[in-house]
């Protein structure tokens, strides 16, 4: 069983940053593709920033091109994710998924920017940007 504890959320103004960290606990951590979702009330899920086994690709979400960068730790079980020029439209729960899925195909960063394909998940952090 894999858990993920997600950390660092918090209350910030328009411009600000933040740090989050999720810890898994799982032997075999590289063996999971990472990823970052949030949701907003009343929104479904989205894609926020995902990262490869080794680190060697990430992917991000128009939204937060630019701001975030997703980062992992294979000898520490961990992937973060740094927020800077943070806005009220990021206001949303943050979770971290792992998922098991091995795809090598060309459409890879499509294929885990979909939250179908995430095995696990952590029980979130509330992020909240004021204006």
């Known amino acids: 069983q894999v858990q993920l504890v997600e950390s660092g959320g918090g209350s910030v103004q328009a411009g600000g940053s933040l740090r989050l960290s999720c810890v898994a606990s799982?032997?075999?951590?590289?063996?999971?593709?990472m990823g970052w979702f949030r949701q907003a009330p009343g929104k479904e899920r989205e894609f926020v920033a995902a990262?490869?086994?080794?680190?060697?690709?990430?992917n991000y979400a128009d939204s937060v091109k630019g701001r975030f960068t997703i980062s992992r730790n294979n000898d520490e079980n961990t992937v973060n994710l740094q927020m800077n020029s943070l806005k009220p439209e990021d206001t949303a729960v943050y979770y971290c998924?792992?998922?098991?899925?091995?795809?090598?195909?060309?459409?890879?960063?499509?294929?885990?920017?979909?939250?179908?394909?995430?095995?696990?998940w952590g029980q979130g952090t509330q992020v909240t940007v004021s204006s």
């Open positions: 799982v032997h075999n951590f590289i063996g999971y593709y």
């Open positions: 990262i490869s086994w080794n680190s060697v690709s990430t």
């Open positions: 998924g792992g998922s098991a899925q091995y795809y090598n195909g060309l459409t890879g960063k499509t294929y885990y920017s979909s939250s179908e394909v995430y095995d696990y």
